[in-house]
């Protein structure tokens, strides 16, 4: 705030005792002139004053009237699509209708693509909203591009396979299904031990296809109060359609979606109705664009066989732990940035590690990384596999840390 001008001095007046009456007249005289001059200075300042008061007062009145009306007329939900030189690109939530429409002045330079935020009846933008007033982020992951390629998956060569055709194609190529004549499948189920690779999977199509990537894990869905849950479902497939293309990865399926039970108490009734939720979305899923969906679980005995009727997720993907082959290229894909010595033999530590998971052999290969650094070396030797692998199987006996997990499912 800029501070105002200082005040005139006041004139002061100076009479001496030798002075002649004529010299005190004029004295007096310029004394007086000077008083009605800085008066008249003083006159100036506060009529300046009252007008920037009165300025002031009407932009607050103006402020008062935006306020409120911000605060009376109902907003709606918008996402940021593009910012470009003609205005703000937005996507209405609800019906997706694409517009084109600006920002209030004072947004203009926050406003980022992505960001959600709130449009009055003439599509302008009024307010960006955080991610606290965003409930629903909370409870998901949402990755604009995620960054696991196929590259990254080793062992399940086959799975990788049948992913791209139940997810991807449909994706990309929706025309070949239509002239062909066939419904791509519905969702996608991939079922298997811990750490196989199940989320990788879904987040390499996710990015292969340029889609954005969901994912709500089932406990997230098992919410305390009636109602949650089943919210909560919706909005995931709300927000799909926001953001199409998408995929949507519920892990833990098996959470919401466990065969049904005798008890009757009311936690496993509002799992029920999560579940049902969940099937009425999946139902009316044909009209929701470019959105596909995938779930994971280690427990497929568990499934309500309601979830696996056609329409819903109808292509079963196993994904078992990797065979010898299989574990040596993930040993090389986790092993790909590191400084290893020329004669490790991938191959044969790979025969060593039976019943490993993809995620087991991501540890094993970290835990290597640790022992050469913490003796010194910046390269890894056979020796410092050997002794990850000891640690590992120790840290398994003792259950300390998990090791190679061995599951019935
Ligand atoms: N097939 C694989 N190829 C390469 N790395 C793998 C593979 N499987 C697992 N991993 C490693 O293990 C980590 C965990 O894998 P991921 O989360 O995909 O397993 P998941 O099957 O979804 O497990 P969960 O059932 O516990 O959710 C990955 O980030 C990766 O480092």
């Known amino acids: ?16 005792p030798e002075m002649s009456e004529a010299e005190r007249l004029a004295a007096i005289r310029q004394h007086y002139e000077r008083l009605v001059s800085v008066n008249d200075e003083l006159d100036e300042r506060l009529s300046e004053a009252t007008d920037r008061q009165e300025e002031l007062r009407e932009e607050v009145e103006k402020l008062k009237r935006r306020n409120e009306t911000l605060k009376t007329s109902s907003l709606y939900l918008a996402t940021v699509e593009e910012l470009t030189d003609d205005g703000v690109v937005i996507k209405q939530h609800g019906n997706n209708q694409e517009v084109l429409t600006e920002a209030s002045p004072h947004l203009d330079s926050e406003l980022e693509a992505g960001d959600r935020v709130a449009i009055n009846d003439s599509f302008a933008i009024q307010q960006i909203l955080d991610d606290e007033t965003d409930s629903r982020a909370q409870a998901m992951e949402i990755d604009d591009s995620p960054e696991v390629a196929y590259e990254d998956i080793g062992g399940i060569d086959d799975q990788v396979r ?18 062909v004549g066939v419904d791509p499948p519905s969702g996608v189920l991939l079922y298997g031990p811990p ?21 709500m894990a089932g406990s997230e869905l098992v919410r305390k109060f009636i109602g949650e849950g089943s919210r909560l479902v919706r909005d995931l497939f709300d927000l799909a359609a926001e953001r199409e293309p998408a995929v949507i990865f519920i892990d833990e399926i098996d959470a919401v ?5 005798d008890s009757k108490t009311s936690g496993d009734a509002e799992v029920q109705r999560t579940m049902m939720q969940l099937l009425s979305e999946m139902d009316g899923f044909e009209e929701r664009g470019e959105v596909r969906i995938m779930a994971a679980t280690n427990r497929f005995d568990m499934l309500d066989e309601a979830i696996l009727r056609p329409g819903r997720f109808d292509r079963l993907i196993e994904v078992p732990k990797p065979d010898v082959e299989g574990r040596e290229h993930i040993l090389r894909i986790h092993t790909r940035e590191m400084n290893v010595a020329d004669d490790v033999d991938f ?23 640790m022992f050469a650094i913490r003796d010194g070396r910046t390269e890894i030797r056979r020796e410092d596999f050997d002794d990850a692998y000891e640690k590992i199987e120790d840290a398994d006996e003792q259950t300390t840390i998990p090791g190679p997990t061995t599951y019935q499912y």
């Open 1 to 16: 705030m800029s501070r105002s001008p200082s005040l005139p001095d006041r004139p002061r007046l100076d009479l001496d």
């Open 257 to 261: 979606a466990s065969k049904r039970t």
């Open 347 to 369: 191959g044969e530590i790979a025969a060593s590690l039976e019943d490993y998971s993809g995620a087991d052999i991501a540890a094993l290969a970290t835990e290597a990384g």
């Open 162 to 179: 049948e992913v791209r055709e139940a997810v991807e194609d449909p994706l990309k190529s929706p025309e070949m299904f239509e002239e």
């Open 195 to 215: 750490g196989t690779g199940k989320t990788m999977l879904a987040k390499a199509v996710a990015n292969e296809t340029d889609a954005t990537f969901i994912k």
